[in-house]
C-alpha cells in the first residue's frame, strides 16, 4: 500500500494490496480461507498504528517517520502488517512524502460534516486528498476529554467512510466503569451507538481499537487475558449486530501503554489483531519492536 495514490483506496483497492481480501481482510492463503474461522488463528492482517497524538514539531516529525519501516510485505504482501503513522494535522503532508514503503498515513480525527462554515474542523475527503488511508474515530481522549457522544462519532464514520478511509473506531471503559463491572456493558453500548446506521455491507474496512482508558499514557496495560476477553466482547457484539463471519473479519487491535516490552505478549494472543499506540510510537527503536511483534502473527 501506498499513501501517494489518494484517488484509490489503498485498503480497498485489490491492485495495491494483492494478497489482503478487501471485502475481509483476511490473508488470501487458501489454507486459511478454507477453514472455518474459530479454527485458524492469526489469518486477520495485523494492524499496527502510531498515534502521536499533539506531540512533535516538523523537524522532529519528519525524523521520526524517516526511521519507520514496514516488514517486507508492507506493500499488501503476504507476512505483511498494515502500519499506519497518525501524525497531527498540520504535519501531514509534511509526512507524506518521507515515510518509506508501506508505512501509510491516518488522520486523528475527521469532521461529522462534509465541508462548509466549521472552523478548525478537518474533513475527511480532505485526509484522503492529503494521502490517508485510515482516520481515528472517536479516541477516548475525544469521548472524554470533548465529550464526544456514539451518534457523533455515528457520523463521523459515515464521513470515513464517503471518503474511502479505514474508520479506526476506538472503544474503552473507564477505570469507574471497569472496577463496577461494566466494562463489558460500556464496550457493547459504545459499537452499539457508534456504528448505528451503518450497514455491515459499508464496513468491510473498519478496525476497531480497544482502549482503556485506564490504561491510556499510564504505563498501566490490560493483561493479555483482560485485553483477549474485552475483544471477544467486540466480536459478540459485532456477531449480533451483523454476522457471524463479519465478527471474524474485523480487526480488533489493542491500544494502553503498549510499548516495546509488553508487546510480544499481546500480539501473541489470537484475540489481538494489532496495537494502537501513543507515547512508544513516539520512540523509533521501540515502534519498531512492536512492529517486529505483530509481523510474527502473519
Ligand atoms: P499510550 O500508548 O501512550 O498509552 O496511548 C495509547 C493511545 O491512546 C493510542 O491511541
Redo the contacts with the bound molecule.
Sequence with gaps: MTPSTPTTNPATNPTTNPTTNPATNLATNPVTNTSTPAAVPFRRRPFV?G?W?MNLLAAEVVALAESIAAPSGGDGGAGGVDVVVFPPFPYLATVRPVLKPGVQLGGQDCSAEKQGAFTGQVGAAMLRDVGCASV?IG???RRHGLGETDALLSRKIGQALDAGLVPVL?VGETLAERESGRAHGVIDAQLRGSLAGHAESALATLVV?Y?PVW????GRTATPDDAAEAHRTVRRTLKELYSARFSEQVRVIY?????ARNAAELLAREEIDGG??????LVASDFAAIIAAASRRS
Design positions: 498504528g498515534n497524538k481515528l479516541h477516548s481522549e476506538c481499537a482502549e490504561a491510556i499514557g499510564t491500544g494502553g501503554s503498549v510499548n494502537l499506540v501513543g507515547g512508544a510510537s
